[in-house]
């Protein structure tokens, strides 16, 4: 996809049973707000995008919307809705001032994202809508950049489908080489505004991910809820028969 940031399939993946992530089902990507007639046309034909999940604030949405996909339902959940001073989106990432204040603050808000109860009634939202979806049809969840409200998305559909860690953080840090030119660029316009040297750098960390972050949920989740199992169903309350029909939709089998 040549105008989707950070597009990618999940599928394909095997899962600790031998069931593989089915192939065109589960997307995730960055924004869609610049998408060529071309690839949404391959969004619609190829993939059968059925629905898209916008994990953005309305701010965020409003600045850059996406494109409209026709016959493809569109949902707006904001994980940060009733979140104050924190996000992560690229207005947010310009305030910090800092490399240390950078890693800081990407690692709060990977704890604001397990713990807060907004956030979590955001990723409670999107585990439901990814049920609410015809069998031939692909899901497809997105934020600004695609890494940390759409990584820690991810993360959730994978452990419900039984996917091994190591793939998980895998996935996770794929966004570091698909989103070299889009961070060069976003770098490239803040220093020809004037931006001060330190603050670029802080740029620099907030727009990549660190198997760290995602270190700082898991983390967290285990301290404070006994592990990502207690977690998705206390938590989050996604039932034990809504994860398995969550893998009765998105797994095929290996054979």
């Known amino acids: 996809m040549e105008t989707i940031t950070n597009f990618r399939d999940l599928g394909g993946v095997k899962n600790r049973d031998g069931q593989v992530v089915a192939k065109?089902?589960?997307?995730?990507?960055?924004?869609?707000?610049r998408v060529s007639p071309q690839?949404?046309?391959?969004?619609?034909?190829?993939?059968?995008?059925?629905?898209?999940?916008?994990?953005?604030?309305?701010?965020?949405?409003?600045e850059r919307p996406d494109e409209?996909?026709?016959?493809?339902?569109?949902?707006?959940?904001?994980?940060?809705?009733?979140?104050?001073?924190?996000?992560?989106?690229?207005?947010?990432?310009?305030?910090?001032?800092?490399?240390?204040?950078?890693?800081?603050y990407m690692h709060e808000t990977y704890r604001t994202m397990a713990v807060n109860p907004s956030a979590q009634s955001g990723f409670r939202k999107m585990l439901e809508s990814a049920l609410?979806?015809?069998?031939?049809?692909?899901?497809?969840?997105?934020?600004?950049?695609?890494?940390?409200?759409?990584?820690?998305?991810?993360?959730?559909?994978?452990?419900?489908?039984?996917?091994?860690?190591?793939?998980?953080?895998?996935?996770?840090?794929?966004?570091?080489t698909m989103r070299v030119q889009e961070n060069d660029e976003v770098i490239a316009q803040a220093i020809k505004n004037g931006t001060d040297s330190r603050t670029?750098?802080?740029?620099?960390?907030?727009l990549t991910v660190d198997s760290s972050y995602l270190?700082?949920?898991?983390?967290?989740?285990?301290?404070?809820?006994?592990?990502?199992?207690?977690?998705?169903?206390?938590?989050l309350e996604i039932t034990s028969p809504m994860q398995k029909d969550l893998r009765s939709l998105y797994l095929a089998s290996n054979n």
């Open 132 to 176: 609410s979806i015809d069998s031939d049809k692909s899901f497809l969840f997105h934020c600004f950049a695609g890494k940390d409200r759409t990584g820690i998305s991810a993360a959730l559909l994978l452990e419900i489908l039984n996917v091994p860690r190591e793939i998980i953080y895998k996935d996770y840090l794929k966004t570091n």
């Open 68 to 104: 409209n996909f026709k016959n493809a339902d569109y949902v707006h959940i904001d994980i940060f809705k009733n979140v104050e001073g924190q996000g992560t989106g690229l207005n947010d990432f310009k305030q910090i001032y800092s490399p240390d204040v950078a890693r800081n």
């Open 24 to 33: 065109k089902k589960l997307l995730r990507s960055g924004e869609l707000t």
């Open 215 to 235: 270190d700082t949920f898991y983390q967290l989740i285990n301290e404070e809820f006994g592990g990502i199992g207690h977690y998705l169903t206390d938590e």
């Open 200 to 206: 670029v750098e802080a740029l620099k960390i907030a």
């Open 39 to 62: 690839d949404q046309n391959e969004l619609l034909e190829n993939y059968r995008l059925g629905k898209i999940i916008d994990l953005r604030s309305s701010q965020e949405i409003e």
